[in-house]
């Protein structure tokens, strides 16, 4: 849509249909846009139509015009939150664009704008405007704006403003946790110090957020201080504080010593930490084969798919643990078993694979197979089919005991995984399985047992010339 007239132009962003607008507004380009048509997209954040709001919005991030961050700031005190959200998302994607706007906004003494101003600037992170925040911060009385100022001058990372910050520390409890996280994003030597001396004197909350901060504010004495926290910190506390230690480790090339103190802390953090939490509590240390930490890890099997790749690099590095926990955890019928067992199949590869050593009696053995066989007519078909791959690499000759039961599975996917294993083992003990599949029902799989027949048979036809 090519319109010369720019009076024709802001016409139809004002009056036209929102096809006609939406139409319009994608065809707009930068040399275009005057200042007068730069007002009236502007205003279409506010458009009724939801279709015209995101073409206006596309345009302005966009183009970037320099008029844009000014007319868009209008709406930051505006009555409907959606539209003052919006107008603060457009001044954050417009960046160091929208500072000058936002610190010149008249706010008329309007706490909860100057608020949102405050924090608009500090996810902007724009070091321009560093010292304005500051100045707001020095002179303000309202909590809410104080805290605001805080957060924002650490997101900044402004260090000018650590000083202030100490003092802000003891004026009010209710700032501490945010003067400590904003400490901890700046960084400085001045600030660990203050924060590690004030930290046996803090509240719990404190504390919590003076641990979080240590990670990338720390040292290698801050380090070897956290570890002398393991005894005392308990409970929720223990997230944070294996958090740091694992930043620490890797800025500081240091290793945690495995011992019951981390123990009990690795404990907490699989059991009760997020996924991010359990990963960094299995990471802490190098290696491991302690059984209560094997076993925890096991039961998180099937959360997390990274969480999982975690845990099984563990596991391969402590094989003969899997071997002895397996039939337990079957018998157990564990909610993971799938994933379990799956696990299993992986590392018996990988034994085989690396010639891997593994300490296993034949009668621990044999109690394996006893609880994979009892899978085989499992009601879920996954289950059936590792445990027929398992039951396979663990001991042919048993797999051949439970061939009736196998071969009859009723997943057509199953019976065709039999084929392709037996396909590759010399010798003639699974021969009838194979011609009894030449009449399945399935076209696929008779298929298959066709070629397998003909495969074993050329298979078998080298082996007498030989």
Same mark, same amino acid.
């Given at each position: 849509m090519k319109i010369d007239d720019e009076f024709k132009k802001i016409e139809i962003?004002?009056?036209?249909?929102?096809?006609?607008?939406?139409?319009?507004?994608?065809? *707009?380009?930068? !040399?275009? +846009?005057? %200042?007068?048509?730069?007002?009236? #997209?502007?205003? &279409? =954040?506010?458009?009724?139509?939801?279709?015209?709001?995101?073409?206006?919005?596309?345009l302005i991030i966009r183009n970037r015009h320099p008029k844009f961050p000014e007319l868009v700031a209008r709406f930051i005190n505006y009555n409907d939150l959606s539209v003052?959200? *919006?107008?603060? !998302?457009? +001044?954050? %994607?417009?960046?160091?664009?929208? #500072?000058?706007? &936002? =610190?010149?906004?008249?706010?008329?003494?309007?706490?909860?704008?100057?608020?949102?101003?405050?924090?608009?600037?500090?996810?902007?992170?724009?070091?321009?405007?560093?010292?304005?925040?500051?100045?707001?911060?020095?002179?303000?009385?309202?909590?809410?704006?104080?805290?605001?100022?805080? %957060?924002a001058l650490g997101n900044i990372r402004f260090d000018g403003a650590v000083d202030v910050m100490m003092l802000f520390y003891d004026r009010n409890d209710l700032y501490k946790p945010t003067v400590v996280e904003a400490l901890g994003k700046i960084g400085s030597k001045i600030a660990l110090d203050f924060l590690v001396e004030r930290f046996p004197n803090a509240d719990e909350l404190t504390r919590y957020a003076i641990i979080e901060s240590l990670g990338s504010l720390g040292d290698m004495n801050t380090f070897f201080f956290l570890l002398e926290q393991m005894s005392e910190i308990k409970g929720p506390m223990v997230l944070p504080l294996i958090s740091s230690l694992a930043a620490l480790k890797e800025k500081c090339c240091l290793d945690i010593p495995f011992d019951d103190r981390t123990k009990n802390i690795l404990l907490y953090a699989i059991a009760e930490g997020s996924p991010e939490h359990k990963k960094i509590a299995f990471n802490l240390v190098e290696t491991f084969d302690d059984k209560e930490i094997l076993s925890a890890s096991l039961k998180l099997l099937g959360e997390d798919i990274e969480l999982d790749e975690v845990i099984q690099s563990k596991i391969l590095k402590n094989t003969d643990f899997i071997y002895f926990d397996i039939a337990r955890l079957i018998n157990r019928n564990v909610p993971n078993l799938k994933n379990i067992l799956e696990l299993f199949r992986v590392t018996i590869n990988h034994i085989k694979e690396f010639n891997v050593p593994v300490g296993v009696s034949v009668m621990e053995i044999r109690n394996i197979v006893h609880a994979i066989s009892g899978l085989l007519e499992h009601h879920d078909e996954e289950i059936r089919k590792t445990a027929m791959e398992i039951l396979f690499e663990l001991d042919k000759e048993s797999a051949l005991l439970f061939i009736d039961v196998i071969s009859g599975d009723e997943n057509n996917w199953n019976r065709l995984r039999l084929l392709e294993i037996i396909e590759n083992i010399p010798g003639s003990a699974f021969d009838s399985v194979i011609l009894k599949f030449l009449d399945d029902s399935d076209e696929m799989i008779r298929e298959k047992a066709a070629q397998t027949v003909r495969i074993k048979k050329i298979s078998h036809s080298s082996t007498n010339v030989n």
């Open positions: 962003l004002k009056k036209g249909d929102a096809e006609a607008k939406i139409e319009f507004l994608n065809s *707009l380009t930068y !040399e275009e +846009l005057s %200042e007068k048509l730069c007002e009236a #997209v502007a205003e &279409l =954040i506010n458009d009724d139509d939801k279709g015209v709001r995101n073409s206006a919005v596309s003052r959200n *919006l107008a603060g !998302e457009i +001044l954050i %994607e417009l960046g160091s664009l929208s #500072v000058e706007p &936002l =610190i010149i906004y008249h706010h008329q003494d309007d706490k909860d704008t100057l608020k949102f101003i405050i924090d608009l600037l500090g996810a902007i992170k724009e070091p321009r405007s560093s010292l304005f925040i500051l100045g707001i911060l020095s002179s303000s009385e309202n909590d809410n704006v104080i805290l605001a100022c805080l %957060e």
